[in-house]
Protein backbone atom coordinates (compact mmCIF):
# COMPACT_ATOMS: atom_id res chain seq x y z
CA UNK A 1 0.00 0.00 0.00
CA UNK A 2 1.37 3.50 -0.59
CA UNK A 3 1.24 5.26 2.60
CA UNK A 4 1.26 8.68 1.17
CA UNK A 5 -1.39 8.13 -1.08
CA UNK A 6 -3.36 7.53 1.88
CA UNK A 7 -2.12 9.61 4.40
CA UNK A 8 -2.98 12.85 1.59
CA UNK A 9 -6.46 11.67 0.59
CA UNK A 10 -7.37 10.93 4.75
CA UNK A 11 -5.52 14.54 5.20
CA UNK A 12 -7.32 16.30 2.57
CA UNK A 13 -10.94 15.35 3.33
CA UNK A 14 -10.76 15.32 6.97
CA UNK A 15 -9.39 18.73 7.30
CA UNK A 16 -12.15 20.26 4.90
CA UNK A 17 -14.58 18.16 6.74
CA UNK A 18 -13.91 19.62 10.08
CA UNK A 19 -13.58 22.98 8.24
CA UNK A 20 -17.16 22.96 7.41
CA UNK A 21 -17.84 21.49 10.71
CA UNK A 22 -16.33 24.72 12.58
CA UNK A 23 -18.37 26.94 10.30
CA UNK A 24 -21.40 26.24 12.15
CA UNK A 25 -23.42 22.56 10.65
CA UNK A 26 -21.69 20.19 8.49
CA UNK A 27 -25.45 19.90 6.96
CA UNK A 28 -25.19 23.23 5.33
CA UNK A 29 -22.62 21.22 2.82
CA UNK A 30 -24.98 18.32 1.34
CA UNK A 31 -27.36 19.82 -1.25
CA UNK A 32 -29.37 16.80 -3.44
CA UNK A 33 -29.55 19.49 -6.33
CA UNK A 34 -26.04 20.23 -6.69
CA UNK A 35 -25.02 16.55 -5.90
CA UNK A 36 -27.25 15.54 -8.98
CA UNK A 37 -25.84 18.01 -10.99
CA UNK A 38 -22.10 17.38 -10.42
CA UNK A 39 -21.89 13.77 -10.16
CA UNK A 40 -24.29 12.81 -12.32
CA UNK A 41 -23.37 15.65 -14.75
CA UNK A 42 -19.96 14.75 -14.33
CA UNK A 43 -20.40 10.59 -15.09
CA UNK A 44 -22.98 11.54 -18.31
CA UNK A 45 -20.06 13.51 -20.20
CA UNK A 46 -17.51 11.41 -18.94
CA UNK A 47 -19.61 8.23 -20.77
CA UNK A 48 -20.17 10.32 -23.92
CA UNK A 49 -16.30 10.96 -23.72
CA UNK A 50 -15.03 6.80 -23.16
CA UNK A 51 -16.85 3.62 -23.58
CA UNK A 52 -18.38 1.64 -20.85
CA UNK A 53 -15.86 -0.15 -20.60
CA UNK A 54 -13.27 2.19 -20.04
CA UNK A 55 -14.91 4.15 -17.48
CA UNK A 56 -16.20 0.85 -15.41
CA UNK A 57 -12.29 -0.11 -14.97
CA UNK A 58 -11.54 3.57 -13.54
CA UNK A 59 -11.76 1.48 -10.08
CA UNK A 60 -9.18 -0.84 -10.98
CA UNK A 61 -7.08 1.81 -12.05
CA UNK A 62 -7.45 3.93 -8.89
CA UNK A 63 -6.78 1.15 -6.57
CA UNK A 64 -3.21 0.63 -8.20
CA UNK A 65 -2.67 4.09 -7.28
CA UNK A 66 -3.17 3.22 -3.63
CA UNK A 67 -1.80 -0.52 -3.82
CA UNK A 68 0.24 -0.98 -6.29
CA UNK A 69 3.69 -1.76 -5.11
CA UNK A 70 6.54 -1.45 -8.32
CA UNK A 71 9.82 -3.28 -7.99
CA UNK A 72 12.65 -1.47 -6.75
CA UNK A 73 14.83 -0.64 -10.41
CA UNK A 74 17.97 -1.91 -8.40
CA UNK A 75 16.59 -5.12 -7.39
CA UNK A 76 15.48 -5.73 -11.10
CA UNK A 77 18.68 -4.80 -11.87
CA UNK A 78 20.45 -7.17 -9.37
CA UNK A 79 18.02 -9.79 -10.78
CA UNK A 80 19.21 -9.95 -14.57
CA UNK A 81 23.29 -9.76 -13.59
CA UNK A 82 22.13 -13.07 -12.09
CA UNK A 83 20.47 -14.42 -14.46
CA UNK A 84 23.46 -12.97 -17.11
CA UNK A 85 25.59 -14.63 -14.68
CA UNK A 86 24.29 -17.77 -15.17
CA UNK A 87 23.62 -17.69 -18.52
CA UNK A 88 27.07 -16.79 -19.13
CA UNK A 89 28.36 -19.83 -17.03
CA UNK A 90 25.84 -22.03 -17.98
CA UNK A 91 24.15 -21.17 -21.28
CA UNK A 92 20.88 -19.35 -22.01
CA UNK A 93 18.67 -23.01 -21.34
CA UNK A 94 20.15 -22.68 -17.82
CA UNK A 95 17.64 -19.90 -17.47
CA UNK A 96 14.57 -22.20 -18.59
CA UNK A 97 14.15 -23.29 -14.56
CA UNK A 98 14.52 -19.99 -13.37
CA UNK A 99 12.21 -18.74 -15.88
CA UNK A 100 9.39 -20.56 -14.03
CA UNK A 101 10.46 -19.27 -10.67
CA UNK A 102 10.15 -15.36 -11.51
CA UNK A 103 6.22 -13.69 -11.06
CA UNK A 104 7.06 -11.09 -13.40
CA UNK A 105 5.26 -11.89 -16.43
CA UNK A 106 7.04 -9.67 -18.33
CA UNK A 107 10.15 -10.65 -17.52
CA UNK A 108 9.30 -14.30 -17.61
CA UNK A 109 8.10 -13.99 -21.61
CA UNK A 110 11.22 -12.25 -21.97
CA UNK A 111 13.64 -15.23 -20.57
CA UNK A 112 11.34 -17.83 -22.32
CA UNK A 113 11.55 -16.19 -25.91
CA UNK A 114 15.27 -15.99 -25.43
CA UNK A 115 15.53 -19.40 -24.33
CA UNK A 116 14.04 -20.39 -27.44
CA UNK A 117 16.39 -19.22 -29.96
CA UNK A 118 14.09 -16.24 -31.13
CA UNK A 119 15.66 -13.76 -33.39
CA UNK A 120 16.84 -11.06 -31.14
CA UNK A 121 15.30 -8.25 -33.10
CA UNK A 122 12.15 -10.72 -33.29
CA UNK A 123 12.57 -10.71 -29.06
CA UNK A 124 12.86 -6.59 -29.06
CA UNK A 125 10.07 -6.16 -30.95
CA UNK A 126 7.77 -8.22 -29.32
CA UNK A 127 8.54 -6.91 -26.02
CA UNK A 128 8.54 -2.98 -27.15
CA UNK A 129 5.13 -3.80 -28.61
CA UNK A 130 3.89 -5.31 -25.00
CA UNK A 131 5.21 -2.19 -23.36
CA UNK A 132 3.30 -0.02 -26.05
CA UNK A 133 0.31 -1.57 -25.25
CA UNK A 134 0.99 -1.03 -21.25
CA UNK A 135 1.77 2.61 -22.00
CA UNK A 136 -1.51 3.09 -23.70
CA UNK A 137 -3.34 1.24 -21.13
CA UNK A 138 -2.13 3.73 -18.44
CA UNK A 139 -3.10 6.74 -20.22
CA UNK A 140 -6.42 5.75 -20.77
CA UNK A 141 -7.13 5.32 -16.99
CA UNK A 142 -4.93 8.99 -16.62
CA UNK A 143 -6.92 10.02 -19.39
CA UNK A 144 -10.41 9.17 -17.53
CA UNK A 145 -9.41 10.23 -14.45
CA UNK A 146 -8.28 14.16 -16.29
CA UNK A 147 -11.16 14.22 -17.62
CA UNK A 148 -13.46 14.21 -14.35
CA UNK A 149 -10.86 16.36 -13.19
CA UNK A 150 -11.66 19.08 -16.34
CA UNK A 151 -15.50 18.14 -16.15
CA UNK A 152 -16.24 18.30 -12.72
CA UNK A 153 -15.24 22.16 -12.28
CA UNK A 154 -17.26 22.62 -15.28
CA UNK A 155 -20.24 20.99 -14.19
CA UNK A 156 -20.15 22.88 -11.29
CA UNK A 157 -20.12 26.28 -13.23
CA UNK A 158 -23.34 24.96 -14.88
CA UNK A 159 -25.03 24.33 -11.45
CA UNK A 160 -23.40 27.85 -10.14
CA UNK A 161 -25.38 29.08 -13.41
CA UNK A 162 -28.90 27.20 -13.02
CA UNK A 163 -28.68 28.60 -8.79
CA UNK A 164 -28.00 32.13 -9.99
CA UNK A 165 -31.01 31.64 -12.58
CA UNK A 166 -33.59 30.26 -10.01
CA UNK A 167 -32.33 33.08 -7.60
CA UNK A 168 -33.25 35.98 -10.05
CA UNK A 169 -36.59 34.25 -10.69
CA UNK A 170 -37.42 34.24 -6.78
CA UNK A 171 -35.96 37.84 -6.47
CA UNK A 172 -39.76 39.24 -5.52
CA UNK A 173 -39.20 36.11 -2.35
CA UNK A 174 -36.52 36.46 0.15
CA UNK A 175 -37.16 32.90 1.30
CA UNK A 176 -36.42 31.50 -1.66
CA UNK A 177 -33.36 33.30 -2.18
CA UNK A 178 -30.94 31.62 -0.10
CA UNK A 179 -31.64 27.76 -1.05
CA UNK A 180 -30.99 28.85 -5.16
CA UNK A 181 -27.63 30.83 -3.78
CA UNK A 182 -26.90 27.19 -2.08
CA UNK A 183 -27.38 25.59 -4.99
CA UNK A 184 -24.77 28.18 -7.07
CA UNK A 185 -22.25 28.06 -4.44
CA UNK A 186 -22.33 24.15 -3.65
CA UNK A 187 -22.10 22.73 -7.16
CA UNK A 188 -18.88 25.01 -7.35
CA UNK A 189 -17.70 23.72 -4.37
CA UNK A 190 -18.45 19.73 -5.34
CA UNK A 191 -16.51 20.19 -8.58
CA UNK A 192 -13.26 21.07 -7.08
CA UNK A 193 -13.49 18.84 -4.43
CA UNK A 194 -13.71 15.88 -7.41
CA UNK A 195 -11.26 17.93 -9.63
CA UNK A 196 -8.74 18.61 -6.73
CA UNK A 197 -9.01 16.62 -4.07
CA UNK A 198 -9.59 13.49 -5.76
CA UNK A 199 -9.18 12.79 -9.66
CA UNK A 200 -6.35 15.46 -10.61
CA UNK A 201 -3.92 14.13 -7.39
CA UNK A 202 -4.85 10.45 -8.41
CA UNK A 203 -4.24 11.10 -11.84
CA UNK A 204 -0.79 12.39 -10.87
CA UNK A 205 -0.05 9.52 -8.69
CA UNK A 206 -0.83 7.19 -11.14
CA UNK A 207 1.80 8.95 -14.06
CA UNK A 208 4.37 8.54 -11.01
CA UNK A 209 3.53 4.96 -11.03
CA UNK A 210 3.41 4.55 -15.27
CA UNK A 211 6.49 5.87 -14.95
CA UNK A 212 8.03 3.75 -12.66
CA UNK A 213 6.40 0.17 -14.16
CA UNK A 214 8.01 2.07 -18.06
CA UNK A 215 10.99 2.09 -16.67
CA UNK A 216 10.76 -1.71 -14.68
CA UNK A 217 9.90 -2.93 -18.64
CA UNK A 218 12.42 -0.91 -20.31
CA UNK A 219 15.29 -2.71 -17.51
CA UNK A 220 14.15 -5.87 -18.65
CA UNK A 221 14.04 -5.45 -22.28
CA UNK A 222 17.93 -4.13 -22.03
CA UNK A 223 18.98 -6.78 -19.80
CA UNK A 224 16.99 -9.67 -21.77
CA UNK A 225 18.83 -8.36 -25.46
CA UNK A 226 22.61 -8.21 -23.35
CA UNK A 227 21.52 -11.51 -21.84
CA UNK A 228 20.79 -12.67 -25.77
CA UNK A 229 23.89 -11.48 -26.83
CA UNK A 230 25.76 -13.36 -24.53
CA UNK A 231 27.18 -9.92 -23.15
CA UNK A 232 29.59 -10.09 -19.54
CA UNK A 233 27.51 -9.53 -16.51
CA UNK A 234 29.46 -6.42 -15.95
CA UNK A 235 28.71 -5.11 -19.30
CA UNK A 236 25.04 -5.97 -18.44
CA UNK A 237 25.36 -4.36 -15.16
CA UNK A 238 26.78 -1.12 -16.60
CA UNK A 239 24.33 -0.94 -19.61
CA UNK A 240 21.25 -1.25 -16.91
CA UNK A 241 22.56 1.63 -14.25
CA UNK A 242 22.59 3.90 -17.08
CA UNK A 243 18.84 4.03 -16.39
CA UNK A 244 19.32 5.32 -13.16
CA UNK A 245 20.76 8.41 -11.52
CA UNK A 246 23.65 8.04 -10.09
CA UNK A 247 22.90 8.17 -6.77
CA UNK A 248 20.40 5.45 -7.68
CA UNK A 249 23.56 2.88 -8.62
CA UNK A 250 25.22 0.14 -7.19
CA UNK A 251 26.90 -3.02 -8.20
CA UNK A 252 27.12 -6.52 -7.51
CA UNK A 253 31.08 -6.76 -8.41
CA UNK A 254 32.28 -4.28 -6.28
Excluded: C
Aim: hydrophobic fraction near 50%; avoid cysteine.
Amino acid sequence: MDIATLVGVILAFSLVTIAMALAGNILWFIEVKSILIVFGGTMGVVLMNFSLQQVTSVMGVVKKSFFHKGEDPSEMIRRLVDFATRARRDGILALETAAEEVEDEFLREGIKLAVDGTDPELVSSIMETKLEYIIQRHQSGMGILVSIGTFAPSMGMIGTLIGLVAMLQVMDDPSSIGPAMAIALLTTMYGSMIANMFALPVAGKLAERSQEEVLSKELVIMGIMSIQAGDNPRIVEQKLNAFLAPANRSSQFE
